[in-house]
């Protein structure tokens, strides 16, 4: 720590840090409208994805309004999913109460401790990806029907004022 002090009174040390900091200031400018343009192409490219992928959604919804066939393939995928769902949760639940309370006798030379490592980190990705499948499909789902609903109920409403007149 005394080092550290006897550098800062040093003339050496304040000479290097404002030459340093002149020269990143220079740099910096440069670089200055390259970042901004990448950061600028990625939140372009980013909204651009989050449109297309919106529209592929409409486009499921509007598919499957009033097409009760593809209504319940969609279904059956979501149930497919959560079925995914828990078997993914009963490997984290298997590997926690049967590997973790073992990991400090694990000879992190072996190859047991990579593998363990390994299936755990393979349960949750693949538990992640499928909550966030099943969560989509059952947003489509739901979406569709309510949908469907609301275009009944504007039927009925408009069947039920010419039936008045």
Known sequence: MDEFYNN???PSWWITAIILAIILGVVSSYFRDFIDAFLSSISKAWSKRTAKKRQERR???KS???NKEAQLEMTQEEFRSRTNL???LIGILY???GIMPKMGEFDYRSIETPTAIFMFLFF???LSSTYSNTLNLMGIV???KEEERELEEIKKAGTGNASVE
């Open 142 to 144: 739901k979406a569709a």
């Open 86 to 88: 828990i078997y993914y």
């Open 8 to 10: 800062l009174r040093s």
């Open 64 to 66: 499957l309004i009033g």
């Open 59 to 61: 486009n499921i919804i």
């Open 95 to 97: 590997f926690s109460l």
């Open 124 to 126: 949750v990705i693949g």
